[in-house]
Nanobody, 128 residues
Framework: QVPLVESGGGLVQAGGSLRLSCLAP?????????????MGWFRQAPGKDRQFVAT????????YYADSVKGRFTISRDNAKNEAYLQMSSLKPEDTAVYYC????????????????WGQGTQVTVSS
């Protein structure tokens, strides 16, 4: 099984920005065409449960965000590159977590965590 590949994490000061990328090769999403696969971002802080961050549909027209990131984070995708992105701005120390991308959401609930494919995560650390 080929995993999704996240990149772009790192250490940033509060108020700063980071852009995460998620590469989803065709073989990593069961041979499906990327443009029909919904994508999502989740995060998990130490000692806490995994938390929904954002999701986007295959065309990129519809996106949904957790209240905690709305107005600060933007999810997008480039279907020609099989990539999804999470642009994070006005970062806060409480945004510190391992961020995971996921592909092919099975739940009708946009905040649901039932996805077929996952990446291995990228660490984001926001210092105060």
């Amino acid at each position: 099984q080929v995993p999704l590949v996240e990149s772009g994490g790192g250490l940033v000061q509060a108020g700063g920005s980071l852009r995460l990328s998620c590469l989803a090769p065709t073989r990593a999403i069961g041979g499906r065409t990327f443009s029909i696969v919904s994508m999502g971002w989740f995060r998990q802080a130490p000692g806490k449960d995994r938390q929904f961050v954002a999701t986007i549909n295959g065309s990129g027209r519809d996106a949904y965000y957790a209240d905690s990131v709305k107005g600060r984070f933007t999810i997008s995708r480039d279907n020609a590159k099989n990539e999804a992105y999470l642009q994070m701005s006005s970062l806060k120390p409480e945004d510190t977590a391992v961020y995971y991308c996921a592909a092919l959401r099975r739940s009708p609930d946009p905040t649901g965590s039932s996805y077929d494919y996952w990446g291995q995560g990228t660490q984001v650390t926001v210092s105060s």
